[in-house]
């Protein structure tokens, strides 16, 4: 008897293990993935290739998957290592499914081997799907304003510092692809608009 629970509980710690790895994000702005990423690009996505090793010590046994990218051009990072990008295999471990030959805005983290990686959790979208304010600003607004908080805002009213932009979710769809925080000449952020 005592071994039947035995075996029952350790099923259910590994089974609980499981689905701890699942991928869970936090909603953030894309000005907030863009200043906290260490790489950002325009990419043209050549070719998909399953890889089964580990890439680097965040992937936890998932196998990933290898885009070799062209870039077109480099908003932020290091400008070397820049043929491909890894994500994982698939959504539970964040991956993220990337068509070939197609424009796409790709943000993301370098790891301590140097290789490029994408995420659900990170802010990469198929180029022509960016509002042109979006456009805007991965090239000149969001890294300008990478001194900037933005905070989410769930319930109004909402307190707010001097560097800081509210984001409501009252507001989520048009904040997100229509304006960027940006710091004014007396060090105060503020949403700006850019063109609709």
Not at 29 to 54: E, G, W, Y
Not at 131 to 137: C, E, L, N
Request: hydrophobic share 40%; aromatic share 12%; charged share 20%.
């Amino acid at each position: 008897m005592n071994n039947l629970v035995l075996t029952l509980l350790l099923l259910h710690l590994v089974g609980l293990r499981e689905v701890v790895r699942g991928c869970s994000c936090f909603p953030t702005h894309p000005q907030q993935s863009f200043c906290q990423a260490d790489f950002a690009m325009k990419a043209v996505i050549l070719k998909r290739t399953d890889v089964n090793t580990a890439i680097d010590f965040t992937d936890f046994g998932f196998n990933n998957i290898k885009y070799d990218i062209q870039v077109l051009k480099l908003f932020k990072g290091p400008k070397m290592n820049l043929d491909a990008v890894y994500t994982g295999s698939n959504s539970a471990a964040c991956g993220i499914h990337l068509i070939n030959g197609t424009e796409y805005f790709l943000s993301g983290y370098l790891d301590l081997k140097g290789f490029l990686h994408v995420s659900l959790c990170g802010f990469v979208q198929r180029w022509e799907d960016l509002s042109s304010t979006q456009k805007r600003g991965v090239e000149w607004n969001y890294k300008n304003g990478c001194n900037c908080k933005i905070t989410r805002c769930a319930s109004i009213p909402c307190g707010s510092t001097f560097a800081e932009c509210l984001w409501s979710d009252y507001q989520t769809l048009a904040v997100f692809r229509h304006f960027a925080c940006v710091e004014k000449s007396d060090g105060s952020c503020a949403w700006f608009r850019g063109i609709a």
